[in-house]
Nanobody, 126 residues
Framework: QVQLVESGGGLVQAGGSLRLSCAASGRTFSSYTMGWFRQPPGKEREFVAGIKWSGSRTNYADSVKGRFTITRDNAKNTAYLQMNSLKPEDTAIYYC???????????????????WGQGTQVTVSS
């Protein structure tokens, strides 16, 4: 069973940057679609970004387009979320998720993902 571990969260001022990492155990990482979701305080978990198992397709929430970039390194079993121009409304717990199998699409709904990390806190101060 693959396990996902996020890191890289922290406190940053508005306008700053952070890079989140999601390290996966197991030998099948290269066949997983990877996603990042976030849960702001008092709100539901929402889609942020996703990347196809091959890295050839990405998908972003409108709220982060042009500011966040999702990438992956299959040799390192790691997915990344580069977050630039951070805003206070980006404050949330960020979760890494994996969708098993070499699927064509990069979904944005929670129930399409099979595995989840424990989350990492990102706080953006104004």
């Amino acid at each position: 069973q693959v396990q996902l571990v996020e890191s890289g969260g922290g406190l940053v001022q508005a306008g700053g940057s952070l890079r989140l990492s999601c390290a996966a155990s197991g030998r099948t990482f290269s066949s997983y679609t990877m996603g990042w979701f976030r849960q702001p305080p008092g709100k539901e978990r929402e889609f942020v970004a996703g990347i196809k198992w091959s890295g050839s397709r990405t998908n972003y929430a409108d709220s982060v387009k042009g500011r966040f970039t999702i990438t992956r390194d299959n040799a390192k079993n790691t997915a990344y979320l580069q977050m630039n121009s951070l805003k206070p409304e980006d404050t949330a717990i960020y979760y890494c998720a994996a969708r098993e199998g070499r699927k064509m699409l990069v979904p944005s709904t929670l129930n399409e993902y099979d595995l989840w990390g424990q989350g990492t806190q990102v706080t953006v101060s104004s």
